[in-house]
C-alpha cells in the first residue's frame, strides 16, 4: 500500500501544473515575438554596424531557441527549464535595446514594443517552472526505475 501511495505522488508530480503552463506560454510568445521583431528588417539594413546585424540575428535565433525551450518546459523537462531561466532574462534586455535600436532607426514597430513584455514576463514565470519540473523529472527516473516507463 506504501508502495502504491508513493507511485499515485510520483504520477501526480509528473502531471502539468499551472506555473509551467504559464512559463510555456510565455516563453513561447516572447521566443516568437523576438524571432518576429528580428525577421522584420532582414535585408533592409544597408547601413548598419556589424553588432547591429548581430543583434539582429541574436535575436531571431534566440528567439527561435525559446519557442523551443517553452515546448520542452511544457513536457516537463526540467533542464530546459533551467536553460529558459538563463535565456529568457537575456532576451528580454536583447529585445529591449533592439526596441531603442529600431526606434534610433526611425521604424519603431508594434511587434518591438510587445516583444521585451512577452520576454520579460516568460523570465519571471520559468522561475516558478523550476520546482515543479525537478519534482517531475525526479518522479520520471523513480517510475522508470520501479519499471512504469510512461514515455513521458
Same mark, same amino acid.
Given at each position: 500500500?506504501?508502495?502504491?501511495? $508513493?507511485?499515485? +505522488?510520483?504520477?501526480?508530480? &509528473?502531471?502539468?501544473?499551472? !506555473? &509551467?503552463? /504559464? ?10 515575438? %523576438? +524571432? &518576429? +521583431?528580428?525577421?522584420?528588417f532582414? *535585408? @533592409? /539594413?544597408?547601413?548598419?554596424?556589424a ?6 540575428? $541574436?535575436?531571431?535565433?534566440? $528567439? ?5 525551450? *517553452? =515546448? ?8 530546459? +527549464?533551467? *536553460? ?5 532574462p ?6 529591449? $535595446?533592439? @526596441?531603442?535600436?529600431?526606434? #534610433?532607426?526611425?521604424?519603431?514597430t %508594434?511587434?518591438a514594443?510587445?516583444?521585451? !513584455? /512577452? ?20 518522479? #520520471?527516473?523513480? =517510475?522508470?526505475?520501479s519499471?512504469?516507463?510512461?514515455? =513521458?
Open positions: 500500500m506504501a508502495e502504491e501511495t $508513493g507511485t499515485d +505522488a510520483d504520477l501526480e508530480a &509528473v502531471r502539468l501544473t499551472g !506555473p &509551467v503552463r /504559464l512559463a510555456a506560454a510565455f516563453l513561447g510568445a516572447g521566443g516568437g515575438a %523576438c +524571432a &518576429v +521583431a528580428g525577421l522584420q532582414v *535585408g @533592409m /539594413l544597408r547601413s548598419a554596424e553588432w547591429e546585424y548581430a543583434l539582429q540575428y $541574436g535575436l531571431i535565433a534566440a $528567439g527561435a531557441l525559446e519557442v523551443g525551450l *517553452g =515546448l520542452l518546459v511544457l513536457r516537463m523537462r526540467h533542464g530546459a +527549464a533551467i *536553460g529558459a531561466a538563463i535565456l529568457a537575456l532576451l528580454a534586455l536583447a529585445s529591449m $535595446g533592439y @526596441m531603442v535600436l529600431t526606434i #534610433r532607426w526611425g521604424v519603431a %508594434c511587434i514594443f510587445v516583444a521585451p !513584455p /512577452l520576454a520579460g514576463l516568460g523570465a519571471i514565470f520559468s522561475l516558478f517552472a523550476l520546482a515543479p519540473t525537478r519534482r517531475a523529472t525526479l518522479a #520520471r527516473k523513480r =517510475l522508470a526505475a519499471g512504469l516507463e510512461l514515455g =513521458l
